[in-house]
């Protein structure tokens, strides 16, 4: 069964960092790329960043270019997402998502952000 977990959300003030993880099971996972989606209320859901399934490829939301990383660790089945001078407008549930095919997509549970002072 195909399980991705995510940890690491919270409450942050504005110019903090946070690192989210996504643990996955389930699945061959250097055989999916990898990207993390973010949904703020009442909008929809945007990518935030993605990574191919080696590390050897990534992209980024320009809002977000410069100040998160992408990674991924093949031998714990893990993709980091570090989050650096983070904004309010970073507040959103953080979902992480595997794509091994297009058919073949798997979504996360979600983790809170919420940048505030």
């Known amino acids: 069964q195909v399980q991705l977990v995510e940890s690491g959300g919270g409450l942050v003030p504005p110019g903090g960092s946070l690192r989210l993880s996504c643990a996955a099971s389930?699945?061959?996972?250097?055989?999916?790329?990898m990207s993390w989606h973010r949904q703020a209320p009442g909008k929809e859901r945007e990518l935030v960043a993605g990574i191919s399934g080696y590390g050897s490829l990534t992209n980024y939301a320009d809002s977000v270019k410069g100040r998160f990383t992408i990674s991924r660790d093949n031998l714990k089945n893990t993709v980091y997402l570090q989050m650096n001078s983070l904004k309010p407008e970073d507040t959103a549930v953080y979902y992480c998502?595997?794509?091994?095919?297009?058919?073949?997509?798997?979504w996360g549970q979600g983790t809170q952000v919420t940048v505030s002072s």
């Open positions: 998502k595997a794509a091994q095919t297009p058919s073949r997509i798997y």
């Open positions: 389930g699945f061959t996972f250097s055989s999916a790329g």
